[in-house]
């Protein structure tokens, strides 16, 4: 009797009609360990700040993982979600402050962002002046790939109020904001030269010129995200954000798929 029973539990258990939740609740479920709480990455960032203020802390290996995977992926396309974030404010800095100062902020600022989009399984591509370009790639689960980066948004914008701002504060360094953009589409990988280990390698394609574009039209501590990634998203975290109403011929840029204009989100929280 006791062992019939067992067997049963077993069955019921094995069993996809009895036990398998909603399959986007179990896709977005599986989260890899590199992720890590708000807090720990608030703590981090901290000690990191305050060592690059005192004696220049450099990170080591931000960009490497995705030199790596394009150079594996030479000529190969690849669905991505993209990810813009860019330092709000840096010209002001640059004329107000001494270059030592402004050479610390920014490289503070940058390395971090970079710091977040590796612990959220993303990699960074690249440092242009104050803005830094992430990439999550999609080929296995778009759906994943489109949650990691919208959490890591949240996260850089959680890190850069509560990590690295009171460190500052107590330089009497100004506060730093940024404005972040997100799209899904497909980029190219290309390699300049025939060397298949020094030749530059980078990313093509519509959706980073959209990603910035989207970026560019952020306000202040704002996260945008193409409709194309809002799609992707849970139902329970699509609450969180509402379309965007472009006044004045603000936003121009089309669906290359239906010809409308292409809707743009914001995070509301």
């Known amino acids: 009797m006791t062992e019939n029973n067992t067997v049963d539990e077993t069955e019921k258990k094995s069993d996809p009609s009895t036990t398998s939740p909603n399959v986007v609740d179990m896709l977005l479920s599986q989260k890899k360990d590199k992720i890590v709480d708000s807090e720990t990455m608030i703590l981090e960032t901290q000690k990191r700040v305050w060592g690059a203020l005192k004696k220049g802390y450099e990170y080591l290996g931000i960009t ?15 669905d991505m979600v993209v990810l813009y974030v860019d330092l709000v404010g840096s010209t002001t800095m640059t004329l107000e402050l001494p270059e030592e100062k402004l050479a610390i902020i920014i490289s503070s600022f940058s390395q971090e962002m970079a710091s977040v989009i590796n612990l959220h399984n993303g990699y960074v591509l690249k440092f242009v002046g104050d803005a830094v370009i992430g990439y999550f790639v999609a080929k296995d689960n778009p759906l994943m ?125």
């Open 145 to 269: 790939a489109a949650d990691n980066a919208v959490t890591c948004a949240k996260s850089m914008l959680t890190v850069i109020q509560k990590g690295i701002n009171p460190i500052l504060n107590q330089y009497d360094y100004p506060d730093l904001m940024a404005k972040i953009g997100l799209d899904f589409g497909q980029s190219i990988v290309v390699r300049y030269g025939s060397n298949p280990d020094a030749s530059h390698v980078d990313l093509m394609g519509p959706v980073m010129n959209i990603a910035s574009k989207i970026q560019s039209m952020a306000k202040t501590n704002q996260i945008l995200i193409g409709e194309d990634v809002y799609k992707k998203l849970h139902p329970s975290t699509q609450k969180n954000f509402k379309q965007v109403v472009w006044k004045n011929n603000e936003w121009k840029y089309r669906s290359r798929i239906t010809g409308e204009i292409y809707k743009v989100y914001e995070f509301t929280g």
């Open 64 to 78: 490497d993982e995705s030199d790596k995977f394009l150079r594996k992926n030479v000529f190969s396309k690849v």
